[in-house]
C-alpha cells in the first residue's frame, strides 16, 4: 500500500530554479531517512541527497551549495530544492525510502536544464 510520489519537474534554463516534491501515502515520513536520486540518461543512478528523520543532511559533491533536501513531516513529504540548475543536472529524479531493506521508489520526474 505503500506510495511514492514525485512532482516539480519541467524545463528550466540555466541557472534556474526548481522545487521537487516526494510525497508518500502508506508510510509515514518522519520514522525514515530519505533520498533523492537521480538518473541521467545512459548513465547510472546517483544519490544526490539525503535527509535522515532527525533533520541531518547529505549532498553529493557536484550538487552541494545548489542543492536543498528537506522534510514537512506534518504532509508526509520531502523536497529538493534545486538553485543555479546546470545542463549537467538534466536527468529523472526519485526520492527513495528504505524500509527493513526493501527501497521504495517513486514514478520520477523529469528535470531538463537547457537553452
Known amino acids: 500500500q505503500v506510495q511514492v510520489v514525485e512532482s516539480g519537474g519541467g524545463l528550466v534554463q540555466p541557472g534556474g530554479s526548481l522545487r521537487l516534491s516526494c510525497a508518500a501515502s502508506?508510510?509515514?515520513?518522519?520514522?525514515?531517512?530519505i533520498d533523492w536520486y537521480r538518473q541521467a540518461s545512459g548513465l547510472q543512478r546517483e544519490l544526490v541527497a539525503t535527509i535522515t528523520r532527525g533533520g541531518l543532511t547529505n549532498y553529493a559533491e557536484s550538487v552541494k551549495g545548489r542543492f536543498t533536501i528537506s522534510r514537512e513531516n506534518a504532509k508526509n513529504s520531502v523536497y529538493l530544492q534545486m538553485n543555479s540548475l546546470k545542463p549537467e543536472d538534466t536527468a529523472d529524479y526519485y526520492c527513495n525510502v528504505n524500509v527493513g531493506g526493501y527501497d521504495y521508489w517513486g514514478q520520477g520526474t523529469q528535470v531538463t536544464v537547457s537553452s
Open positions: 502508506g508510510i509515514m515520513f518522519s520514522f525514515y531517512d
